[in-house]
């Protein structure tokens, strides 16, 4: 019999602080509000609305909830491993991350989960462990220079809606033209990709994080209108940015619920460098 995979939704309190500790079932869990602070191994990722990351069973961490308390919508598995539902042989290093591919996945999963469905091929739940499996677009193929890896973390540290790749090619004193084919060689997508994706997840997190009209919050990163920010977020997460604040600050569900999830599937991570 395939595994269950339960859905649920929790509540954080505020600066809660959780020491190191390990399920017993392989954890899928995303984000909506607040932040955490999550360490495994002394590495240490801060997570913010929509980051998403995967956990084995039995794999140690600890975390370091912020002011103000966070919700955490979680898919669970037991008796399985990421490898075993996939397939895939190398299980990716543990991290939080925002990837669209995975957040529409996760999100159109949580919306249209009930209990005993089981999730075919093709359909939304192979998608989330296809995106889960494959590399980031800021992780990189093969080792890049030093100054560009400085770069990327640069921009995902300081972006603003006026960066463009001009500026970034300045802080590393090198041509427009060829920082784009650097970032194109090690990171298989352009510089314009690697803005939009910090536009969307500078967007959402506002979005989830406060009560401005979407006009506003549209206005504060760069867009060029309420419809332009509409288009772009329910293109990249398959919800506009109202259904996407309702899913996010939706009340905290008591029960869970559960699907059966067909395995294991066959997927491989990303290969274009």
């Known amino acids: 019999m395939s595994p269950l995979l339960t859905l649920t939704r929790s509540y954080y309190a505020g600066a809660l602080v959780q020491p190191p500790h390990a399920h017993d079932a392989l954890q899928i869990s995303m984000l909506l509000t607040g932040r955490v602070e999550e360490t495994v191994g002394g590495t240490t990722h801060e997570a913010a609305p929509l980051h998403v990351a995967v956990k084995d069973a039995g794999l140690e961490h600890a975390n370091r909830w912020a002011l103000g308390g966070a919700t955490l919508l979680r898919l669970e598995a037991r008796g399985a491993s990421l490898g075993s539902l ?13 990837d669209p591919v995975a957040i529409r996945a996760f ?15 093709d359909t939304d739940g192979h998608d989330l462990l296809a995106a889960l499996v494959a590399e980031p677009h800021d992780t990189p193929c093969r080792t890049p220079p030093r100054w560009l890896t400085d770069v990327i973390e640069r921009l995902v540290a300081e972006w603003t809606p006026t960066l463009d790749t001009g500026a970034i090619a300045a802080w590393a004193h090198v041509h427009p033209v060829y920082l784009a084919r650097c970032v194109r060689r090690w990171y298989g997508v352009s510089v314009g990709d690697l803005l939009r994706r910090e536009r969307l997840r500078h967007t959402v997190q506002r979005l989830a994080n406060s009560s401005e009209r979407i006009a506003m919050v549209a206005h504060a990163n760069g867009f060029a209108d309420e419809a332009h920010c509409t288009r772009t977020i329910r293109d990249a997460l398959g919800a506009t940015p109202a259904a996407l604040r309702r899913q996010l600050c939706a009340p905290v569900a008591p029960q869970s619920t559960g699907v059966q999830l067909v395995a294991p599937i066959q997927v491989s991570g990303r290969t274009a460098c």
Do not use: Q, Y
């Open 107 to 121: 999100l159109r999963l949580a919306v249209n989960v009930h209990p005993e469905r089981a999730i075919e091929e």
């Open 86 to 98: 996939t397939g895939h042989a190398a299980a990716p290093a543990w991290r939080w991350r925002f």
